[in-house]
Structure formats: structure tokens, C-alpha cells
């Protein structure tokens, strides 16, 4: 559609133009800092940062009603820059020119309905939002053309050049940042860090295929998380992990796209989020946040945090009673199929702490909740859900699984509408079912195979044949009419088909 067929009312506002006064804010001691150079801990006091727009309250004075039609609006616009995250560009990266913006085709994921037999099973009528169709397969393409988008901002005004890229990863951070970098080749060259034999074959083929520098280390995320720390303190690299204040702005348009899809009507809704380095529900919670500040939303979503009982911090620190809850301890974590988000040490922690105090202080009662699932579940569920028509990945199985305790504990009753996140594509972790089907989990793993949930190939190779076919020997017309007719009388009885009348 093309401008001049927009309403007039409306036209002013469909393409943006740079606007806002981005800063960093410290969360610690709540300093104040300028974005023209990389930052990702606070100068003054270590702690983590938020971005912060000094201009925000420009967006109260639209009105909830009209940013609400502007959005819907830019909907049917051709322009790539604004058919991504940055539909929303006023609430995400409102400085950033669309010319510098990076768009592969991430953000707007479908959110699909689940069946009848799984919305009875569960109890709950649910929605997977299927984040696993993003360009790297993963909701980490989000934080990444935010992130990506202001370093080649940076780039374009000369402010930074040659930039080598580094993160830490579990799999799905790293496919993301060596995707993003490699598009803005040849300013911009990535490495990985990954915790070795922790990273699914899938995963790992990501980066290399893209062209980074990956680098295996003994241990687990957390302790490349440790490594990619001490080289963006000591060298001159961009650091593409959540510690970076960019990506956490880019992953709030999950938030923003539930909002849309939803009609903005959110008072009884639930979003559902396995927590791994808590910059998602960071972001979320920050992302609703905003929105109801600017009314475009009148009411902020339930939303519960899940964790696995073999990585679960932040679960254990909100499980105390307020008045007791000290210092966030980290944990030692095991073995999870909820690869990505078996991490002891989530770098968010101190935004989560922040964000979950204003969301529900905001709200003016509890809306952030916190569950605890076990391995053999998140299996579960996950494969369940597969049968009936998704494609989660066992990240969606944990939220799913997490679902179902949040509605046993009352945090969320039957009569509301869920949105449960699945982060990745079901692919990335097929080894995950191969182990399930097989039953060769590691005793680590604490997951047993229910027989029900079990499938296998067969093979069928009737043996009275003489002849059947092989690669470059076909059959002749005989013995393959013999096949053919051997292979479907055998499948009709492994079937319980009946011949047709």
C-alpha cells in the first residue's frame, strides 16, 4: 500500500524519523551515560545497564488509541526497514535512522492456537508463539538486529570501525550474532565462545556455516560467559551477549507483537518464558511496561518465569518470602534438555530484580510469577505438543510444562488465555528426541522415556522377495509390481487398513 493512500491523520506518522535522547542508564548507581561508544557494564560501578529514551513521554502525548492504529497501520507498509522489530522504532531504537537499520526477515512470528486435545490436556486455552521461525531459528534475532542495527548506526557516522563481534553461547546466541555479522561484512567480523560438547550438532553448524570464528571450552555457558567478559573488558570488541543493553531493546518487540496480535487487549493474558540469562523476561516485562505508560495497552499481562530443577536461580531466589530474599545466589547447574537456558548465573538478574519490583508495583498487585519444572516434563510436554501440530522446541516444552504448574499453583486460572513461548525451532533439538525415542539419556538427565511418547522408524523388507530395489539398480517391471504389492499388503496390516469396497 502505498503512502498517499493511508488516512491523512495517519500519514505523518508511518515513517519515522530519528527522534529521542538515548542513554544508558546503571542500575547500580543509577548513572547516567551517552551511547556513542560500547558499553555493557556500568563505568562507575560495574553493575548492568537499560537503555532509556530522556524523550519518552513524546510518545504519551500520541495517545494509546493512535499508536495503536499506527501500528496497525505500518502493517501493510513495503518498507523493510519497518517490517521487522523496528515497526515499533519509536519504542525500540528511536534514534537510529532506517538506513542503518538491519532486517532479515526476523520479528512477527506466528502465534498458533493449540488443538482442542491439547488445550484440554494442558487446561488451559494456549497459544505457542513459534519464535523459532526467525531467520536463525531462534527469538536471539531479535536482540541481534537491535543489536547489529546500532553498530552499523555507529559505523555509518564514524564513530567505530573494523568491529570484531564476541559472545558466549549455548547455541542459539551464537547462530544469531554470526548471522547479523556476517550481513555487515566487511566492517564487521564475528568469533564465538561455546561450552564444549554442550552445543547441539545443529547449532554449531550455524556460526561455522556463517562464516565466525568459533572457539570450544571446557565447562559451561557460564564459564565462557566468563572468558567473553574479560575480553570486552580488556580488548576492543562489541559484546553480543544480554549484558548488552541493545539486544534486551530488540527482544522487547516480543512483547509489542503479543500486544498486536492480541488487539491490545491484555487483562487476561499470560505470557509464558523459560527465564536461561533472563534477558527475555527482561525485556518483556520492560516492553508491556512501556506500552501501558503510553496506554496503549490498559492493562499488563500476567507473566510467569520457568525454570528447570537442574538450573533454576532464579526461581529459588523468588521462592523466598520477600522480607528474606538477600543477595541472588548463583548455582552450580546439571545436565538440562533445556540447553539454552542452563545457565547458574543469568546476566539480567539485577534487570530482573528491578523490573519485576515495577511491573508488579505498577500493576498495583503480583502479575510476575516464577515456576520450577522437572527434565522429565519439559520432555514430555514438548513431544506432546509435537504430536499435536507444533514444532516447539524444548524450550517451548518448558514453558508449556511451566504452564501447567502456574495453573496448579493458582498463579493462573483456567478462564485466562496463555502465550507460551517457544524460543527455537523443534530441529535445533532433535538430538533431544533421538535420546528420548531411544532411551539413551544420560542417568544426568533424569528423564525416562514414557513408551506412549515413544516413535520409530520401521522397516519393512518383505523377506520372500528375491529382488528389491538399490541405488542405481532398479527393478524390472515385474519383480517391482512383486515389491510394491509385498511393501503395501504389509503397511495395510501394520496399519489395520481396510480394502476398499
Not at 546439571?334 to 540447553?339: G, I, L, M, T, W
Not at 515413544?454 to 528389491?468: D, E, G, K, S
Request: glycine share 8%; hydrophobic share 40%; with cysteine.
Amino acid at each position: 500500500m502505498k503512502l498517499d493512500q493511508f488516512p491523512e491523520a495517519i500519514r505523518p506518522h508511518l515513517i519515522p524519523e530519528p527522534g529521542g535522547e538515548m542513554i544508558y542508564r546503571c542500575l547500580g548507581c543509577n548513572a547516567q551515560h551517552g551511547i556513542e561508544s560500547l558499553l555493557y557494564t556500568c563505568p562507575d560501578c560495574g553493575s548492568v545497564l537499560l537503555l532509556h529514551d530522556r524523550g519518552f513521554d513524546r510518545l504519551k502525548e500520541v495517545g494509546g488509541e493512535a499508536w495503536q492504529r499506527i501500528f496497525d497501520y505500518r502493517r501493510m507498509l513495503k518498507i523493510p526497514a519497518l517490517k521487522g522489530i523496528y515497526r515499533y522504532h519509536e519504542f525500540i531504537g528511536p534514534v537510529i535512522p532506517l538506513d542503518s537499520v538491519v532486517y532479515l526477515g526476523e520479528g512477527h512470528t506466528p502465534v498458533v492456537e493449540a488443538n482442542d486435545i491439547l488445550q484440554a490436556k494442558a487446561g488451559i486455552r494456549f497459544y505457542f508463539k513459534n519464535d523459532g521461525q526467525n531467520p536463525s531459528a531462534s527469538f536471539k534475532d531479535r536482540g541481534m538486529a537491535s543489536a547489529l542495527s546500532y553498530i552499523n548506526f555507529l559505523i555509518r557516522q564514524g564513530l567505530v570501525d573494523q568491529v570484531l563481534s564476541i559472545c558466549a553461547s549455548t547455541g542459539d546466541t551464537s547462530a544469531a550474532a554470526a548471522l547479523y555479522a556476517a550481513y555487515l561484512k566487511p566492517h564487521i567480523k564475528s568469533a564465538v565462545l561455546l561450552p564444549h560438547k554442550k552445543v547441539t550438532p545443529q547449532q554449531l553448524s550455524q556460526p561455522l556455516g556463517s562464516g565466525a570464528d568459533v572457539f570450544e571450552i571446557p565447562g559451561v555457558f557460564d564459564d565462557c560467559m566468563k572468558v567473553v567478559e574479560a575480553l570486552s573488558e580488556q580488548y576492543n570488541v562489541a559484546l553480543l551477549n544480554s549484558k548488552n543493553a541493545w539486544r534486551i531493546l530488540g527482544q522487547e518487540s516480543y512483547a509489542y507483537e503479543i500486544a498486536q496480535d492480541f488487539e491490545y487487549a491484555l487483562a487476561d493474558k499470560v505470557v509464558v518464558l523459560p527465564i536461561g540469562n533472563a534477558g527475555n523476561i527482561t525485556a518483556v516485562m520492560n516492553g508491556f511496561l512501556k506500552f501501558f505508560e503510553t496506554g496503549v495497552i490498559d492493562a499488563l499481562p500476567k507473566i510467569v518465569g520457568v525454570q528447570s530443577v537442574h538450573a533454576n536461580p532464579v526461581y529459588q531466589y523468588y521462592s523466598q518470602p520477600k522480607a528474606r530474599r538477600g543477595r541472588f545466589v548463583p548455582m552450580d547447574v546439571r545436565p538440562s534438555v533445556a540447553q539454552a537456558a542452563m545457565i547458574g548465573n543469568p546476566v539480567s538478574m539485577p534487570r530482573v530484580i528491578h523490573l519485576v519490583d515495577r511491573y508488579d508495583r505498577i500493576a498495583g498487585r503480583q502479575r510476575v510469577f516464577f515456576a520450577e519444572v522437572a527434565e522429565q516434563d519439559i520432555m514430555d510436554w514438548q513431544l506432546t505438543a509435537n504430536r499435536n501440530g507444533h514444532i516447539a522446541c524444548t524450550h517451548g516444552g518448558e514453558s508449556l510444562a511451566g504452564l501447567t504448574v502456574a495453573l496448579a499453583a493458582g498463579y493462573v486460572a483456567s478462564g485466562e488465555t496463555a502465550i507460551v513461548d517457544s524460543t527455537a525451532h523443534a530441529l535445533k533439538f532433535s538430538g533431544f528426541q533421538d535420546m528420548y525415542f531411544q532411551n539413551s539419556f544420560p542417568d544426568g538427565f533424569a528423564v525416562h522415556p514414557d513408551p506412549a511418547l515413544i516413535n520409530q522408524p520401521r522397516y519393512i523388507c518383505p523377506q520372500h522377495l528375491a529382488q528389491v530395489p538399490e541405488p542405481g539398480r532398479p527393478l524390472g517391471k515385474e519383480a517391482l509390481a512383486a515389491f510394491v504389492n509385498a511393501v503395501s499388503r504389509q503397511i495395510a496390516e501394520e496399519l489395520g487398513l481396510k480394502k476398499r469396497r
